[in-house]
Each structure stands twice: as structure tokens, then as C-alpha cells.
């Protein structure tokens, strides 16, 4: 079964700082997806930046971006110029056709965005 | 563009009371459809998924069920509510492969007294 691992269960970063929250998973599969989905304090789960194992180029979204790193199983997301808006609990998630499209989600960093 | 509506938005039951939650898509048929449960302090631990009407699939053993009467619609329900059973309930669909990931509810935070 793939395990979703985050190690930092709290974080803190000052407005307009840079962050970079951590995840490894484990698989024994070649082809599967990541994701990192954040989590205000609303609750609703917003899909933040997704990876397919197959692509090299590491996926940006505006002050999202990934250091996907296959070989160690790596998967961390870099938050830059953080506003007060990106204070949330961040989940990394993984997904192959193996496990059923099932989503596995690691059990998060909450993000503290200080002014 | 697609929706996903879930409520209610809090539930406060007591224990061995029923229990019935829903979720409703609009703007996509034959979504896959998934429920999953928050416990305070954790992950999400996926309780069911279901890729078509009447077909549901069971990723944990316990006292919850769950049944898809209609294409856009998933029902999450309990005969008897444990106090175990609190948490927050949230509901998400996909397309065929999820590969683009999920899209989730607003979710329902249960509280059983």
C-alpha cells in the first residue's frame, strides 16, 4: 500500500517570506500523480498544484511550485512571497491507477502565515 | 462548470441516532464519487468510493453505509451513530481516471453527544 508521509506538522513563515513544506511517499509503481491540496480554516479542500510521475519538469502555479524528485520519492511544495491568505493545513496526496484512483492523503502541515 | 453540493454543513446527533448525509454534483455525468472522513487532528481516510449507480466500494469496516440512488448523487448513512463516528465528512468527485484529482464539498462536521 502507498503511504503519503509529511514530517512537519506545523510551520511558520513571515508575509512575503518563502516556504517549503515536505512529503515523501512510498510505491513501488512507475506511473502515478501527486497533489498538494490546502485546507483553510473554512475546511473546504482546495486543489493547490498537481504532478504526473512521468513528467520531469516540476509543475508551477503562480507562487506554487514543486521539487519532484522520483528516485527519492520526493515531493515537496515551495510557497513564495506567502500572504496571510496561504495560512492552512496542506495536504500531500498520491494517486495511482493501482491503488483505484483512490486519493491518499498524508496528514498534513498547518501553515502559519505571519504578518 | 461542475458543483459539488454537500449538507448539512454540522450535525449534532446523539448516539444510536440514524444518520443520513448528502452529496450532489452538477455539470458532469457519470462522476466518480467518494466519501471521506477528517478525525480531529488528521489525514483523510477515504470511507467509500463509487464509480457508477449502485456500485459502491468499502475501503473501512464499520458502521457506516453508503448508496448511490442516481448518477450525481451519494449518500452517506448510519442505522446508529458511535461516538467514534465525529469527525468531518466531506465529499468529492472525480472524473473516470482522478487523475486530475478530486474536487471536494464544503463537507459536514458531525458531532454524535
Known amino acids: 500500500a502507498q503511504t503519503v508521509t509529511q514530517s512537519q506538522p506545523e510551520m511558520s513563515v513571515q508575509e512575503a517570506e518563502t516556504v517549503t513544506l515536505s512529503c515523501t511517499y512510498d510505491t513501488s509503481e512507475n506511473n502515478y500523480y501527486l497533489f498538494w491540496y490546502k485546507q483553510p480554516p473554512s475546511r473546504q479542500m482546495i486543489l493547490v498544484i498537481r504532478q504526473e510521475a512521468y513528467k520531469q519538469q516540476n509543475a508551477t502555479e503562480n507562487r506554487f511550485s514543486v521539487n519532484f524528485q522520483k528516485a527519492a520519492k520526493s515531493f515537496s511544495l515551495k510557497i513564495s512571497d506567502s500572504q496571510l491568505g496561504d495560512t492552512a493545513m496542506y495536504f500531500c496526496a498520491f494517486m495511482s491507477s493501482n491503488s483505484g484512483y483512490a486519493l491518499n492523503f498524508g496528514k498534513g502541515t498547518s501553515l502559519l502565515v505571519t504578518p | 462548470s461542475q458543483t459539488i453540493h454537500q449538507w448539512p454543513a454540522t450535525l449534532v446527533q446523539p448516539v444510536g441516532s440514524p444518520l443520513s448525509l448528502e452529496c450532489t454534483v452538477e455539470g458532469t455525468s457519470n462522476p466518480n464519487l467518494y466519501w471521506y472522513r477528517q478525525a480531529a487532528g488528521r489525514g483523510l481516510q477515504l470511507l467509500f468510493y463509487s464509480v457508477g449507480i449502485g456500485q459502491i466500494s468499502s475501503e473501512v469496516p464499520q458502521n457506516l453505509s453508503a448508496s448511490r440512488p442516481q448518477d450525481r448523487q451519494f449518500i452517506l448513512s448510519s442505522k446508529k451513530l458511535l461516538l467514534s463516528d465525529s469527525g468531518f465528512y466531506l465529499c468529492?468527485?472525480?472524473?473516470?481516471?482522478?487523475?486530475?484529482?478530486?474536487?471536494f464539498g464544503s463537507g459536514t462536521r458531525l458531532t454524535v453527544v
Open positions: 468529492a468527485w472525480s472524473d473516470l481516471t482522478g487523475d486530475y484529482g478530486y474536487t
